[in-house]
Structures are given as C-alpha cells and as structure tokens.
C-alpha cells in the first residue's frame, strides 16, 4: 500500500529550496539520516512530508525499501494484519500465513504517513515495536526480529492528540525523539521561484513542451499566494501552466481561475462578529469582545490592502509587528478550520 505521494520525483529525490528555513531542515534530514532514531515530520498538507521521508531514506544507505503507510487508508480491522502480517487461521479468511509491510520494510525505512489516525490497539503494538526491536504478527505465537528505521508524518498537533486521550503519550515521545517541522510555503516565500522553475522545467520535459515564461507581474502574483495546499498545490499550477498556456509567456490571464483574483489573505477564515457573553465577569467578557474586534479588524484590513503589511500599518496607523502577531492568530485558526 503506498503513501499519499504524488508520484517519483525523478530518479533520486530530492527536498528543492534555499530559503534559510529550507536549508536548516535539510541539513538536519542529513544529519539524523545517519542514525536509527525515528523522525517524526510535522506539516501541513503538500509541505513535503513524504519527500523528506524519502530523502531521509536515501540518506541513510539503507539497503533495504522504502515502504510508506497511509494509515487513514487502512480500515482499522485490517490495520494490525496489514502491518504485522497475519499467521493462517488467525481469523477468519486467513485461509494462508502473510507477512505485514513490516516485514517488507525489513532492513529498510517504514514510512507511517498520518500517523495519527492509528488506533490504539496497534500504537501499543507499534511501542513494543519501537522499544524492543521485535513484533508478533496477528494469531502468532513468537516475536521476530525487526531491523526497520521508522519515519512517522502527521499534519495534526500530536501532544494535543496525547492530551484528548486519542494517541499514546509514550508512543508520541519514541517517535518524536527527533521532531522536524516542515514550514508551509507562505513561509518560505523565497522559495516560490525557484520551485516554480523546477516544476516548469521538469514538466516541460515530461510532455516533450518548452516551458512558458512567466511574466513578471504573475510571479509577483505567485510569490504572493497564501498557498493553503501548499508545495502540492504550486506543482499542480506549473503543470496547468506547461499544459495549457496559449503562447511563450503567461499573463495573469492564463493562471488557473481560481488563482487570478487579488490575493486573499484569509482564504478559509471568517472571523464572527463578536458576542457579547453576559454569562462571564464583564472583565472577561470584554476582553473576549476586544480580543475578537481585534482579529476581525486585521483581517478586514488586510483583506482591504490584499494583504500588504507595510500598507495596511500605515492606512491603520498600527505597529507592523502588531499586525504580523496577529496574522499569525488568524493563520492558526484558519489551519484549525480547514
Ligand atoms: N521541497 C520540495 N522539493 C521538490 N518537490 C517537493 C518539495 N516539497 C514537496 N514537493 C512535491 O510536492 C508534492 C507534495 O509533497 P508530499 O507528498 O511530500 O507532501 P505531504 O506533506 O506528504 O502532503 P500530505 O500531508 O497531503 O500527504 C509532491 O509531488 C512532492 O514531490
Ligand atoms: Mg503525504
């Protein structure tokens, strides 16, 4: 069963960026590649999980395979057998003994992809895994060995996962021994271009086309683009371009519709005008109020200066760090939303 990866990024992968944020995490996958530690990769959806997992795997000559694991795909009756194999009569329709995808992964990388979404039962199985190098496939009677690295990626906050009751809090610390965060793309603006370059020209090359160039004003555009799907999301907009751009340049006239409108800053985001909660003290009660008047007025503002910062301060006569710590609210809640 294989992961949610698009496709092979060429022969050899490879994690593309020289923003500052992009470079620190690179050096840190070489680094611990090396090592038998579990990583846990945390980012939101298209940020990269799943090439840094690979990228990872390559790094550390393991001779053995890669093998990614979507474990929301799985039913969660099938989960513990798909992982740990089963031995025949184990239940019923195990009409033959079957090795999981642990023991595919032996002697190379188990890539657990929305981690999660695994069920209790098997997070306990997954520990003793973890903790003793050994696991007993379903209705079978003795441990085996196990020489697997494990790579673990979730987009979910985990230790709030831990905190609802819903994850392991011992499994959470073995697989976020070393934790990497990968940045979403509105956060590594500087990389937009360059990404965008290489997607063109890979494309291109795949469909035997020359990519168009874009005009100035569209990768002003781009660079600007909240993003909300991220690395993903940019692929798929160099492949529409490559595919179906009318001449040698694109104008803003040939973005996918969607992208064309003035950038929004908020796209899942609708702040409620506040309520007025009697049911608390009035200090509480108004510091909620102004707390909500507070992001609704921000993002208003913003949404009203397409999302210039610089503009925005001065139109509202705001500290520009003011308004970037409250962009910040609005984003974790707008990522709380979707
Ligand atoms: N830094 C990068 N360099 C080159 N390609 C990248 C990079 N980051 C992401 N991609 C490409 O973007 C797409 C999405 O990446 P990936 O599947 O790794 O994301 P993900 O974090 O696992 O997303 P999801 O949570 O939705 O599964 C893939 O086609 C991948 O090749
Ligand atoms: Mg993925």
Not at 55 to 79: N, Q, Y
Not at 93 to 111: E, H, K, M, V
Not at 164 to 175: K, S
Not at 278 to 298: G, H, M, N, S
């Amino acid at each position: 069963m294989r992961g949610g990866v698009d496709d092979w990024y060429g022969a050899f992968v490879q994690f593309l960026g020289e923003s500052p944020a992009v470079r620190v995490l690179r050096d840190r996958l070489v680094a611990v590649a090396q090592t038998p530690l579990p990583v846990l990769l945390i980012g939101e959806t298209g940020t990269g999980k799943e090439v840094a997992a690979q990228v990872l795997h390559e790094a550390s000559g393991r001779a053995g395979a890669f093998v990614p694991v979507d474990c929301a795909a799985i039913s969660p009756t099938l989960v513990e057998s798909e992982l740990f194999g089963h031995e025949r009569g184990a239940f019923t329709g195990a009409d033959r003994r079957r090795d999981g995808l642990i023991a595919a992964a032996q002697g190379g990388t188990f890539f657990l992809d929305e981690v999660a979404e695994l069920p209790l039962e098997v997070q306990t199985r997954l520990l003793r895994l973890l903790q003793e190098g050994t696991f007993r496939p379903v209705g079978g009677q003795g441990q085996r060995k196990a020489d697997i690295r494990v790579i673990a990626a979730t987009w979910k906050d985990l230790s709030q996962e831990v905190h609802a009751g819903r994850f392991r809090r011992d499994l959470y610390h073995r697989l976020g021994v070393v934790e990497l965060r990968l940045p979403p793309l509105r956060e590594r603006t500087q990389d937009i271009g360059l990404l965008l370059d290489a997607f063109l020209e890979a494309e291109g090359e795949r469909i035997g086309r020359r990519p168009p160039r874009l005009e100035s004003a569209v990768r002003a555009h781009l660079r600007r683009w909240p993003w909300p799907g991220n690395v993903r999301e940019l692929k798929n907009v160099a492949h529409y371009l490559v595919a179906l751009s009318s001449g040698p340049r694109v104008t803003m006239a040939d973005l996918p519709p969607q992208l064309r409108g003035p950038v929004p800053v908020m796209p899942s985001l609708t702040v409620d005008a506040p309520k007025v909660r009697t049911d608390l003290p009035y200090i509480e009660a108004r510091r909620q109020w102004l707390d909500a008047f507070q992001l609704k007025y921000v993002s208003q503002l913003l949404e009203e200066h397409d999302g210039n910062i610089s503009q925005a301060a001065r139109a509202s006569q705001m500290d520009r760090r003011s308004i970037q710590r409250i962009l910040k609210r609005l984003r974790a809640l707008s990522t709380q939303e979707s």
